[in-house]
């Protein structure tokens, strides 16, 4: 893998390297960094991504973006540490953008309402019923989204609503009293149970699991998100990427090693004959 990988994109990676460090020799480090990179991710993932154009220059830009940094501290070069800090905030700043265009009605209730929203939990500030509610064993989450579903809603569980909640406005006004009618009636009943009659009548609904669930999930299952492999101490299920790359999804090959488990083949990789990786070994163990 490594010769053919090395084969096929040396030239790629040596230009990069020699485009962001400013001698040869600090190139020559570089590329042996991007190998051993793509290296160590072929023997813990799939080979087949060392292999792809896109996987190797994020690796590359990865590992010379740290050379750089290193350098600059090294030199001093406090403008140079910017800019490479630099890099790093752009993705930061973008994370901040995303998540204020994800809150959505929260942001617009301050900008438009001026009013601070307050912790609410896993409740919908502006939507009632919105959010988990009491079974007889765990929590239903669903969404009456709008007065139609709320209606379904209470078909469906047999509740008479008060004439005041007819409209949302209403049913936030009396958010206490609107939950506390409805969980007399779903405690009365596993959470599936309820899922299965909500779905019937239209209303989106899941059940709240726990982790203890995940093994028996069905649509983990189908999916073959959890991967079981061989392990010393015995076998272990490990989760999955839940992305495809080319409608695959990336599976870890080997388990998680025991301590020490791959010293003597990574320092023989890294060019140490026997007798200096059973240095390194006995000085470890000091």
């Not at 008060?162 to 009943?189: I, S």
Request: net charge negative; proline share 8%; aromatic share 4%.
């Amino acid at each position: 893998m490594a010769r053919a990988c090395l084969d096929s994109f040396g030239p790629l990676v040596w230009s990069l390297a020699r485009k962001y460090t400013p001698t040869q020799a600090d190139a020559e480090d570089a590329v042996q960094d991007i190998f051993l990179d793509l290296w160590r991710s072929a023997s813990r993932y799939d080979p087949e991504r060392s292999s792809e154009p896109a996987f190797v220059a994020m690796i590359a830009r990865r590992r010379l973006v740290d050379l750089r940094r290193r350098r600059a501290r090294r030199d001093g070069d406090e403008e140079l540490v910017e800019d490479v800090v630099s890099e790093k905030i752009g993705s930061t700043e973008l994370k901040v953008e995303a998540s204020l265009a994800a809150l959505v009605n929260q942001s617009a209730a301050q900008l438009l309402g001026g009013v601070v929203p307050g912790p609410t939990g896993n409740a919908h500030p502006n939507i009632v019923p919105y959010g988990p509610l009491r079974c007889a064993d765990t929590a239903l989450v669903l969404g009456a989204g709008n007065d139609a579903q709320y209606v379904a809603l209470c078909a469906a569980l047999g509740v008479v609503p008060e004439p005041g909640w007819t409209t949302n406005a209403g049913r936030v006004a009396d958010r206490t009293a609107v939950l506390a009618a409805l969980e007399q009636v779903t405690t009365t009943r596993p959470a599936r149970e309820w899922a299965s009659v909500l779905e019937a009548y239209g209303v989106p609904c899941a059940p709240v699991q726990d982790l203890a669930a995940v093994q028996t999930d069905p649509q983990l299952l189908a999916t073959g998100q959890l991967t079981e492999l061989a392990h010393p101490a015995g076998p272990v299920t490990l989760v999955g990427s839940p992305l495809r790359l080319d409608g695959a999804r990336p599976r870890p090959l080997t388990a998680p090693p025991l301590l020490g488990q791959h010293t003597v083949e990574v320092l023989t990789g890294l060019g140490l004959s026997p007798t200096e990786v059973q240095e390194v070994i006995r000085a470890d163990r000091r």
